[in-house]
């Protein structure tokens, strides 16, 4: 692999922990095969293309990638790594559960000020982020799905709003609730 020629970081091209699994590494090279294809529209570069396709080529083999680990041992030079190597991809359920409620939260403060303040509905995203008493990185995480599901927009004076789809979607969730009351209720009328 050395043939006196530079060292070429794998893992770095790849974006993976050198730790990672043998799945994170076929996703990662999955991702990046397809992001610099050369008929990919937004990034096509066919240098990265094929970088990317020599280092899956060396790492997926058990024995290169061994050969190629005492290698990159004796090279010091490890960037930021993308992609994780194993458990650290995975989230708690109990994240996405806290994550579902959020959205929720937010999506019924913004569905109420739009009903009280029609032509007036937008709030500043403060607001709603001390509402919910979040972090900064985990309220842009929130705004950034419940925008890009349609839900809610960025007025032009920077304040959140509830859209016709967000609307909808709240008047779903309370149909749901309410049904899955009177479902319980009953259920609980019929074992008395």
Not at 51 to 77: C, F, H, S, W
């Amino acid at each position: 692999m050395s043939d006196g020629q530079p060292f070429v970081g794998y893992y770095d091209i790849l974006q993976v922990n050198p730790n990672c699994d043998a799945k994170i590494l076929e996703a990662a090279y999955h991702y990046l095969v397809k992001m610099h294809h050369p008929d990919h529209t937004g990034t096509p570069d066919i240098t990265k293309f094929n970088e990317v396709i020599e280092a899956y080529r060396v790492l997926r083999d058990p024995d290169k990638r061994a050969e190629y680990d005492l290698l990159y041992g004796a090279n010091d030079r490890h960037e930021g790594f993308a992609f994780p190597s194993g458990n650290e991809g995975e989230i708690d359920e109990k994240d996405a559960l806290d994550d579902a409620q959020a959205h929720a939260r937010i999506l019924l403060f913004l569905y109420k000020r739009s009903r009280e303040h029609a032509q007036n509905a937008g709030v500043a995203g403060f607001y709603v982020q001390e509402m919910l008493n979040c972090p900064d990185d985990r309220f842009e995480f929130h705004v950034w799905y419940l925008k890009a599901k349609g839900f809610i927009v960025i007025s032009e004076q920077g304040t959140l709003a509830i859209t016709v789809e967000g609307v909808d979607h709240v008047l779903s969730m309370s149909r749901t609730t309410r049904a899955e009351k009177l479902l319980i209720a009953q259920s609980s009328d019929s074992e008395d």
